[in-house]
T-cell receptor
Framework: DQQVKQNSPSLSVQEGRISILNCDYT??????FLWYKKYPAEGPTFLIS?????DKNEDGRFTVFLNKSAKHLSLHIVPSQPGDSAVYFC???????????FGQGTRLTINP | NAGVTQTPKFRVLKTGQSMTLLCAQDMNHEYMYWYRQDPGMGLRLIHY???????AKGEVPDGYNVSRLKKQNFLLGLESAAPSQTSVYFC?????????????FGSGTRLTVV
């Protein structure tokens, strides 16, 4: 039972344009949502998070949007840069839980 | 640099062999995790620990054992390796408190079982 789903295995975007990565979840009890970025041969690194009491969180070029009614979150990267090329994982957890549940990941490629 | 260190980085095993993957963190984190990453499957939790001397099963625990004898170390053991255990293994840790702060991951161990 995949509770967190990233239905797009890959995404290609031109440098300078907006990248939008999507994530859907099935468990309405999730309270926290996070995005991780992973480069080849490295571990994932934390990028940005949002709690269920918000619908938007910004950090520089990165913005995460949460639509609780649709059980959907998205990560916007504006403007996209070549260094943003990586695999992006979304993750979720309930308050008080001990572990994150991860999606399958989306490989983002930024083309010059 | 403070962080999570995984040993070894690469390993090739023959079917039936055993090995132990070591994860060490120097951030005094209470929680530690072992994940495996496979194409199209994302990160799946194998085992985790909520403190020294504790362990618990994750989504895919079969074929693996773990130990947390010291707070800073979390060991993942494969008693009899199988080709299905070919994967990239990531260790992670986090401090106590709300999960929204996320994990700190190690750089991974690439294991091939032939």
């Amino acid at each position: 039972d995949q509770q967190v789903k990233q239905n797009s295995p890959s995404l290609s975007v031109q440098e300078g344009r907006i990248s939008i990565l999507n994530c859907d979840y099935t468990n309405s009890m999730f309270d926290y949502f996070l995005w991780y970025k992973k480069y080849p041969a490295e571990g994932p690194t934390f990028l940005i998070s949002i709690s269920s009491i918000k619908d938007k969180n910004e950090d520089g070029r990165f913005t995460v949007f949460l639509n609780k009614s649709a059980k959907h979150l998205s990560l916007h990267i504006v403007p996209s840069q070549p260094g943003d090329s990586a695999v992006y994982f979304c993750a979720a957890a309930r308050w008080g839980a001990q572990k994150l549940v991860f999606g399958q990941g989306t490989r983002l490629t930024i083309n010059p | 640099n403070a962080g999570v260190t995984q040993t070894p980085k690469f390993r090739v095993l023959k079917t039936g062999q055993s090995m132990t993957l070591l994860c060490a963190q120097d951030m005094n984190h209470e929680y530690m995790y072992w994940y495996r990453q496979d194409p199209g499957m994302g990160l799946r939790l194998i085992h985790y620990s909520v403190g020294e001397g504790t362990t618990a099963k994750g989504e895919v625990p079969d074929g693996y054992n773990v130990s947390r004898l010291k707070k800073q170390n979390f060991l993942l053991g494969l008693e009899s390796a199988a080709p299905s255990q070919t994967s990239v293994y990531f260790c992670a840790s986090r401090r106590d408190g709300i999960l929204g702060y996320g994990y700190t991951f190690g750089s991974g161990t690439r294991l091939t079982v032939v």
